[in-house]
């Protein structure tokens, strides 16, 4: 699917610019096909067959990008390993993974006596020709596929903030749907946008065709900070911006923010974690654009969203409704539904959803229902609109006092405050209530933060009051896991030592 995709983008875009490297130099459309051809038939060259498994322990760049190309024209499976992650974690991904070859950036090599896979070293390439030199041969050209719908094409692991990550597979079966979902039978729709988070993270493994489609230009920032990601929509007309949540609002953060042009946004887009109001609005108004949002899981795919014109208020109360071809039923602990408008699990059915983990019968048939639905983590409520409206992961729950608390749920009141930058409410032990909420507040403006009373009051009436926090923390920014998420356990542990 994805070397069908990426010959018919180069036959019809042929010149055009597809991707901007850190460096300021251009891959045309052309540049995709003919490098990935080569590279692929290095890879053959190497021994990489069909079914092969190819690590890519590389940040966002050209060399991620064409290696995925090249691995699934040579028929191997992309595993990628998100470069934030930690030596040990790193290790622990190829362990799961069991590649026949990695690539790597220098520094990010595993040690040669813990993996029995080759591995080549890759420095960033100064211009196209020297890209992924090593492993690419001239003029070369890799033996056609049979089509083959149920052929992997990819590995993608899940955060792993609830233990060891989880490699969910992603076939063409899979690819073809989500690509159908986003862009249709459509070819050449342009836009301008960057791409700065982890190649190995779902949305770019599993939307580069769609991107490939779309005939736009990518400018690759390597590694993501607020203020090159304004600097890049100012300097290129971007006419899209986005990423999860925590990099819209480092954005909307940066005191210099107003100074930026950023008239040529046309559109925010969201995913990867909910959207409290508070920011949905606050991105709306100073980006004087029109804002979407998406919800999915690392095993589902894609899942539900909203459109960009949808009434304001959906992408600012909710995740939307399931897209085309996405089923959804709230589940009890006993995988029964519950009754309307009440709590319950998350769980999502599509063509989109993983074929199931890599290397682990037993967990992935812990991560489905009976009747193939995928469990997401998430709870949540469906209101009278048919919107899905996110409260929390089932595992974030707490009880104060015998009632149960989610945190999302709070944290989407509290984000309106106008003092409140950030927040992020977690449970703390009570010797009388068992749990009780603190509020984890990046304050607007540090020299006169809220205080505790401050945001009990503001939610006086919406919540609760088993709901409002009891206790106050200020910090100066809210922890990141390597996927740019709200890292909660490392919240838990500052609430415990705060």
């Not at 208020?313 to 071809?325: K, Q, T, W």
């Not at 063509?351 to 997401?376: I, K, L, S």
């Not at 984000?415 to 409410?425: L, M, N």
């Amino acid at each position: 699917m994805l070397p069908e995709t990426t010959r018919e983008a180069a036959r019809r875009f042929g010149d055009t610019t597809a991707y901007v490297a850190l460096g300021g130099w251009e891959l045309s459309y052309a540049d995709l096909d003919r490098i990935s051809d080569e590279v692929a038939a290095g890879l053959r060259a190497r021994g990489v067959g069909e079914g092969d498994v190819v690590a890519l322990v590389l940040p966002p760049g050209p060399e991620y990008l064409v290696a995925y190309l090249a691995a699934a024209k040579a028929g191997a499976i992309t595993a990628g390993v998100n470069d934030k992650l930690a030596a040990g974690e790193r290790h622990g991904v190829l362990g799961i993974a069991r590649p026949a070859l990695i690539l790597a950036a220098p520094g990010l090599e595993p040690d040669p006596a813990a993996v029995t896979a080759p591995v080549i070293s890759l420095e960033a390439a100064p211009d196209a020709e020297s890209l992924l030199a090593p492993v690419r041969i001239a003029g070369g050209k890799p033996a056609p596929l049979d089509d083959d719908a149920e052929r992997p094409v990819a590995i993608i692991f899940t955060s792993g903030t609830t233990g060891l990550p989880k490699g969910a597979v992603y076939t063409n079966r899979q690819l073809s749907f989500i690509t159908q979902t986003d862009v249709g039978d459509t070819w050449g729709t342009g836009g301008r946008s960057s791409v700065g988070t982890a190649m190995a993270h779902l949305g770019f493994m599993t939307k580069l065709p769609s991107n490939l489609r779309r005939g736009g230009t990518t400018w690759i920032m390597g590694r993501w900070n607020a203020r090159d990601a304004l600097r890049f929509a100012e300097e290129h007309s971007q006419t899209s911006v986005g990423g999860v949540p925590t990099q819209v609002a480092l954005m909307l953060r940066d005191p210099d923010f107003d100074s930026y042009d950023v008239s040529a946004v046309q559109l925010i887009v969201v995913g990867g974690g909910p959207l409290t109001p508070g920011l949905a609005q606050e991105a709306r108004e100073r980006f004087g654009a029109k804002l979407m949002s998406r919800y999915s899981c690392t095993e589902a795919g894609v899942g539900l969203g909203t459109a960009p014109d949808d009434p304001d208020e959906d992408a600012v109360v909710s995740v939307g409704r399931p897209l085309p071809g996405v089923e959804m039923v709230l589940l009890d602990e006993d995988d029964q539904p519950v009754p309307e408008g009440e709590v319950g699990r998350v769980c999502l059915r599509s063509p989109a959803v993983m074929a199931g983990y890599w290397n682990d019968e037993e967990t992935t048939r812990a991560a489905f229902t009976a009747d193939g639905y995928v469990r997401t983590g998430d709870l949540g409520w469906v209101d009278d609109r048919g919107r899905l409206r996110l409260v929390g992961r089932s595992k974030e729950m707490y009880v104060r006092g015998g009632y149960n608390v989610y945190p999302v749920e709070v944290e989407s009141v509290f984000s309106t405050h106008p003092g409140v930058a950030a927040i992020a409410i977690v449970p703390r032990p009570d010797g009388v209530m068992g749990e009780i909420g603190c509020a984890v507040v990046v304050p607007k403006d540090p020299a006169h933060p809220p205080t505790l009373e401050d945001l009990r009051a503001f939610t006086a009436g919406r919540l609760a009051p088993y709901k409002r926090p009891e206790a106050l923390l200020l910090v100066d920014a809210l922890p990141l896991t390597a996927m740019e998420k709200l890292d909660r356990r490392e919240l838990a542990r500052i609430v415990a030592e705060g």
